[in-house]
Structure formats: structure tokens, C-alpha cells
């Protein structure tokens, strides 16, 4: 009956091992928006064309952009760090590690609006 609720407990710890993980994975689908349109986004070795829905790593940081008769853009994502990151905390703080080499730490916003400039 000991080896029953040792296992048990230890199979709880490790299902909240890394909760950003757990619950949301270190994907996300994106829509990229662009003015003025038809604009090519290269994002985590993807591209496309504005507007755009595109499934990205957790981990990406910058969005290139270029359409013929602008210069190219960089653009920095602009990240928040989940709240599911911070239950680790509750559970088991060695999860923290692998939700930020996992990227799961990360959430990106739903949507990004980037106006070209001239």
C-alpha cells in the first residue's frame, strides 16, 4: 500500500514537472498583419504573406518583414511571461528550467500589426 501512494505521489509531481509545458506547449499560432498588405514575414524559418495565421515557437524573438518598394524590417516580439510559468512555483520550482529552455515560459500575443515605413 506504501509503494501505492509513493508511486502515486510521484507520478502528480512529475504531470506539474513544468506547468507552461504541461498546459500550453511551446507553440503558438500567430496572425501577422501588415500596412500595407501582401508584405513577406519570415518568422522561426517560416514565411508568408500578409495577412498571415503561422504556427511559431515560443522561443522566437524578432519577425522579419519586406515588401518591393520598402526597406527591410526587423521587429522584436513583444512576449509576457505566463502565469502558468509561476505555478511552478506551487508545484515544483524545477520546472521553471524547462519551461524557459522549452520556451513554453512565453506567451506571444494573438495577433501583431506592423505599418511598413517608408
Known amino acids: 500500500m506504501k509503494f501505492k501512494k509513493t508511486l502515486c505521489l510521484l507520478f502528480v509531481s512529475f504531470a506539474f514537472l513544468s ?20 508584405a513577406t514575414v519570415s518568422i522561426d524559418n517560416k ?26 524590417q526587423k521587429i522584436k516580439i513583444k512576449k509576457k511571461v505566463s502565469s502558468w510559468f509561476w505555478a511552478n512555483l506551487l508545484f515544483f520550482p524545477l520546472g521553471m528550467v524547462v519551461d524557459y529552455k522549452t520556451g513554453a515560459m512565453w506567451d506571444l500575443p494573438d495577433e501583431i500589426n506592423i505599418k511598413l515605413k517608408k
Not at 50 to 64: L, Q, Y
Request: charged share 25%; net charge negative.
Open 47 to 72: 514565411i508568408c504573406i500578409t495577412p498571415c495565421d503561422v504556427e511559431v515557437s515560443k522561443k522566437v524573438d524578432f519577425i522579419s518583414i519586406y515588401k518591393r518598394g520598402y526597406p527591410p
Open 19 to 38: 506547468c507552461a509545458s504541461y498546459v500550453e506547449g511551446s507553440k503558438e499560432e500567430i496572425t501577422i498583419f501588415s500596412n500595407p498588405s501582401q
